[in-house]
């Protein structure tokens, strides 16, 4: 198939996706499986219209076209624009190719640098999901079963008022904190108890802050949503029994509150590792994260279809990752969004 | 016998607020015993008192001549049943009966015959592998006993338990709980605001009202010898008519009132002089009297047909006064706006302080 073909093929699959639910409804309702009044009969000619308009454009010119038209690109090569539309412009899997092997032709060598900062990048994504849950989890206990009204809506207002400064400012803050002449380090300094500056943000420290701190909302409304609907009694109950604290917590409250977890953790595992703020205001000069390197894919080599290809590679496994996950935990994809 | 439990001047505050007033109890090991009262009064602040959920203000809750101070909930030899019983919905019913012996470190092999054992006691021996949420009321009920006794504790606490059930259920679980009781043989702690379960299944009965114990006894004998006029009250139906005390002897008290000179039993010794009142009960209040002492004339305006007994609401003087007429009594109850003699012997009534 020609790459131009593709196009048109990107066009039409969501709407032959469409055009099939729209033919089984139909159907269902000659069949008589489905009866009772109409979608416009029910919400009138005006706001059916309304509704249908808004939410297509919603789904496909924000989600699916864009994505799809990515995911095309992904398997196209980089071309002079003269050559687009050209015999060169063919379907290919050199962009891949290169995110493995560093070049687009040759298999002779892995792509150390790229493979090493995707991995790395999964890897402390996942450390710093769990590193949220474990910061996150007493909190919202506390302020789910244990805190008064007026306490929890002054702990919501606290966590809530940071985020209404803009994502790159909150990580220069973290650099005016923890920079060698930062207010950490001087304070240490000044303390005695350290004789020389650490670079705290050539050891990450910078890095893992601000993006633990980026999504911690993400990580405690899922969480308190879930302990919340929790029957205090549960709680007491198990207390009775003799169940120690942890136990309390291991057995009943955490088991319960899985779904909340999962979709906490689901957001801020696929949120961390999509970062880009953080990674380019808080990377120390050693760290590569994987983020940054899509950027300079679109950005600095204004190869765009490799960019596609890398965006694509990082977005497949998250996905698979998180879905792993929540068929080792047991639970369902309509779960966690409860 | 030994005590199982026993309050020592227990008072509980909550900021201003006295949940529980210096209450004094000794409940024996082994018995029924029902803590009943309107909603406020108390009586779940002394069973999460009594469970460690609530620390007392003063006083000293000793469980098996134990102190109790410092002891946590997880501690006590005590199990609660909760009103909303509180299972674990996470957990199969075998898991929830055998949650207890899991915390306790019992080995699974043991722990599987014990919660066996346990649901064969309930009568629910097959439905251990089932979900909480696939039993119906009755079977979760019984679910939460097996799993409060599996702890093998020394005292189970139950905080109105079957208030849930409707009532042919409630009716069942009763005597169900009386049976698992008596087989068990530990001490069984019951709350209820329903007099009808404290005099159905409790060897004795505190009553409580506004945070303090008023009597303690048998259910016969708070029932027949009420010590105040709330108990007199609210354990039943019962006619209260206001008076002075004109004349006392023998353990009586003779009592002016709008309706004559009245008599009933004295047990407070009340001196002359002294406004109380005068309790009876409706089914004390006979019509047609044989009796000489205490006769009186009222109007009948209304009456009820309830199958087994008939309601006549009566006025005399004023006051409304309740009559029950048994299902024994053949004879056509007297018309709405009739006169009606009733009367009734000084020893079924009692004369108490005004509340």
């Known amino acids: 198939m020609r790459s131009s073909d593709g196009h048109i093929f990107v066009l039409l ?122 910061l996150c989890y007493p909190l919202a206990f506390y302020m789910a079963q244990m805190a008064k009204a007026a306490r929890v809506r002054l702990l919501l207002l606290l966590l809530i008022a940071p985020y209404w400064v803009n994502e790159v400012l909150r990580a220069f803050a973290f650099r005016v904190i923890l920079g060698t002449s930062g207010v950490l380090n ?38 308190y949503n879930a302990i919340e609907s929790l029957d205090g009694r549960l709680i007491e109950a198990a207390r009775d029994l003799g169940a120690p604290w942890w136990r309390i917590h291991k057995d009943i409250v955490i088991p319960f509150a899985k779904p909340g977890i999962a979709s906490g953790c689901t957001l801020v595992f696929m949120l961390t590792s999509g970062a880009l703020a953080a990674p380019l205001v808080l990377g120390g000069p050693r760290s590569l994260w994987f983020t940054p390197i899509v950027y300079d894919r679109f950005y600095q080599a204004f190869n765009w279809p490799q960019g596609s290809a890398y965006a694509f590679i990082l977005l497949l496994t998250c996905v698979a990752f998180v879905l792993a996950v929540l068929r080792l935990g047991k639970l369902s994809l309509g779960e966690i969004t409860r | ?92 019913v075998a898991d929830n009966v055998g949650y207890g012996l899991r915390v306790r470190g019992v080995a699974k092999a043991l722990r599987d015959r014990k919660v066996d054992e346990l ?25 939460a006993i097996a799993r409060a006794l599996a702890v093998e504790p020394q005292v189970l606490l139950l905080d109105e338990p079957l208030s849930a059930l409707d009532l042919k259920l409630r009716q069942h679980m009763r005597n169900e709980l009386r049976a698992i009781q008596r087989r068990v043989g530990i001490t069984f702690i019951y709350i209820t605001h329903d007099q009808g379960e404290a005099l159905t299944m409790s060897d004795r009965i505190a009553v409580m009202n506004q945070g303090r114990i008023e009597q303690v006894g048998d259910g016969r004998t708070v029932y027949d010898a009420p010590d105040t006029g709330f108990v007199a009250s609210f354990v039943g139906e019962t006619n209260a008519i206001p008076g002075r005390i004109t004349a006392t002897a023998d353990g009586e008290a003779a009592l002016e009132t709008p309706l004559g000179v009245l008599r009933g039993r004295n047990p407070q010794t009340l001196p002359v002089g002294t406004a109380a009142q ?76 005004v509340a």
């Not at chain 1, 890095?207 to 990580?219: E, Q, R």
């Not at chain 2, 020592?8 to 009943?36: K, Y």
């Not at chain 2, 002394?46 to 959920?53: H, M, Q």
């Not at chain 2, 009568?123 to 979760?140: F, I, M």
């Open chain 1, 13 to 134: 699959l969501p709407l032959l996706v469409i055009a099939g639910f729209a033919l089984i409804a139909l159907v269902d309702r000659r069949q008589g499986r489905v009866t009772g009044p109409g979608f416009f009969a029910r919400n009138g000619v005006g706001i059916g219209l309304y509704l249908l308009l808004a939410v297509s454009f919603w789904a496909l010119l924000v989600i699916v076209l864009p994505q799809l038209f990515m995911v095309e690109m992904a398997f196209r090569p980089k071309l002079p624009p003269a050559a687009t539309g050209g015999p060169r412009d063919v379907y290919t899997l050199e962009n891949f190719r290169y995110f493995l092997y560093g070049s687009t032709t040759s298999t002779a060598a892995w792509n150390v640098t790229h493979l090493t900062a995707f991995w790395k990048t999964i890897v402390a994504s996942i450390l710093v999901t769990a590193g949220n849950f474990l």
């Open chain 2, 1 to 92: 016998m030994t005590e199982a439990v026993e309050l020592a001047n227990l008072t509980v505050r909550f900021g201003d607020f006295t949940a529980v007033e210096n209450a004094n109890l000794r409940i024996q090991a082994g018995e029924f015993f029902s803590f009943l009262g309107p909603s406020g009064c108390g009586k779940t602040t002394i069973l999460r008192t009594i469970s460690g959920f609530i620390d007392p203000t003063e006083g000293a809750v000793r469980i098996g001549g134990q102190d109790m101070r410092g002891v946590g909930a997880n501690q006590r030899p005590t199990a609660l049943i909760f009103q909303s019983l509180a299972l674990f919905p996470m957990m199969s």
């Open chain 1, 186 to 223: 001087k304070l240490l300094l000044g303390a005695g108890l350290i004789d020389a500056p650490v670079d705290f943000l050539g050891l990450d420290v910078g890095l893992y802050a601000g993006l633990s701190y980026a999504y911690l909302l993400l990580m405690i409304f899922p969480l």
């Open chain 2, 278 to 353: 005068l309790y009876v009960r409706p089914e004390m209040l006979l019509p047609d009297p044989t009796t000489p002492e205490n006769r009186l004339s009222a109007t009948v305006e209304d009456h009820a047909y309830e199958g087994n007994l008939t309601h006549l609401a009566c006025r005399a003087a004023g006051l409304r006064l309740t009559v029950l007429l048994g299902a024994r009594d053949r004879r056509a109850p007297p018309a709405s706006g009739a006169s009606i003699a009733l009367g009734f012997a000084a020893g079924d009534a009692r004369v108490l302080p």
């Open chain 2, 119 to 143: 649901l064969n006691v309930v009568a629910l021996g097959d439905q251990g592998g089932k979900q909480v949420d696939e039993l119906s009321g009755g079977q979760r009920q019984r679910v």
